[in-house]
């Protein structure tokens, strides 16, 4: 079983910041990608950010450049998500994403269970 936990969200008024984490524990072989995606009420879930294990590339939604940084601490499988200069529009559940091997042949997705984040005045 692989648990993603996810922590840091919360509210915050228009232009602020807030740096979400999520660490990832179980019994895997190795990370090929962690990530961001995100759910606003009434919308379907979308991507905000991903990042390789092997080599670092990271991958970003439009609507966050410039605005957001994904990193990751390979040694304590954990992704952060530094989020500046926030909009109301930025408001939405946002879940952890991994793809994993557990066995030699597999490549699995996983998903954290979500952490809210609300901007507003």
């Known amino acids: 079983q692989v648990q993603l936990v996810e922590s840091g969200g919360g509210l915050v008024q228009p232009g602020g910041s807030l740096r979400l984490s999520c660490a990832l524990s179980?019994?895997?072989?190795?990370?090929?990608?962690m990530g961001w995606y995100r759910q606003a009420r009434g919308k379907q879930r979308e991507l905000v950010a991903t990042?390789?294990?092997?080599?670092?590339?990271?991958n970003y939604a439009d609507s966050i450049k410039g605005r957001f940084t994904i990193s990751a601490d390979n040694a304590k499988n954990t992704v952060y998500l530094q989020m500046n200069n926030l909009k109301p529009g930025d408001t939405a559940d946002y879940y952890c994403?991994?793809?994993?091997?557990?066995?030699?042949?597999?490549?699995?997705?996983?998903w954290g269970q979500g952490t809210q984040v609300t901007v507003s005045s």
């Open positions: 994403y991994a793809e994993v091997s557990r066995t030699r042949d597999s490549r699995e997705d996983w």
């Open positions: 990042i390789t294990s092997a080599t670092s590339t990271t």
């Open positions: 179980g019994s895997i072989l190795n990370i090929y990608t």
